[in-house]
Each structure stands twice: as structure tokens, then as C-alpha cells.
């Protein structure tokens, strides 16, 4: 590309950015005017793939090796009917079940 060219480039992506931002902002201000009306809540975990790091070093710098297991973080999903808004959380309460805690 030329010089002009990338000028025009660099432009272009600052209009973009701008334009984005103003979005953004109106996105956020139509999502706190919104009356939510929740859909479903989803369970969707997440899971943390395990590793194995085999034993290494001599001596006095021996070590030993580890196995990581697989780890689940419990996680609840849901949106909004209304404007598609999405909520996901990790608390929860107990109340003879999980109960999440948006």
C-alpha cells in the first residue's frame, strides 16, 4: 500500500472506532430502558482442561510430576426476550437445589 492509501486506511478505522463507541452507548442506554423479560435460565458450564507435567530436574532440583484433572465452573445463562441482552453467572443459593444468583 501507499502512503495515501494508509492515510486514507488509518481514517477509515478512527471513523469506525468512533462510530462504534456511539453504538455502543446507545446499545447500553437501550439496555437500562429495557423492561427485561427473562427467557429460560441455561445451564452452561465451563470446563478447564487438566494437564500432566512430568517429573523433571536432579538432585535438589527434582520435581515430581503433577497431574492437573479437569476442572468444572458451574455457570447459568439467560436473555432477555425483549432486547437479546445475555446475563451468565456463577453464584448461586441453596434452597434444597442450586438456585443461580443473577
Known sequence: M???ELKQ???????????????????DEGERN??????ETI????????????ARGQGSHF???LTVP???IKKWKRDCKLCG???TTTKTKFEGR???VF
Open 70 to 72: 479437569d476442572q468444572t
Open 85 to 87: 441482552k445475555s446475563e
Open 34 to 39: 429495557c423492561h427485561h423479560v427473562w427467557g
Open 43 to 54: 445451564y452452561a458450564p465451563e470446563t478447564i482442561k487438566g494437564y500432566f507435567s512430568p
Open 2 to 4: 501507499k502512503g495515501e
Open 9 to 27: 486506511l488509518r481514517k477509515n478505522i478512527q471513523k469506525t472506532e468512533e462510530d462504534l463507541k456511539k453504538m455502543n452507548a446507545m446499545l
Open 63 to 65: 520435581e515430581s510430576s
Open 98 to 100: 442450586e438456585i443461580p
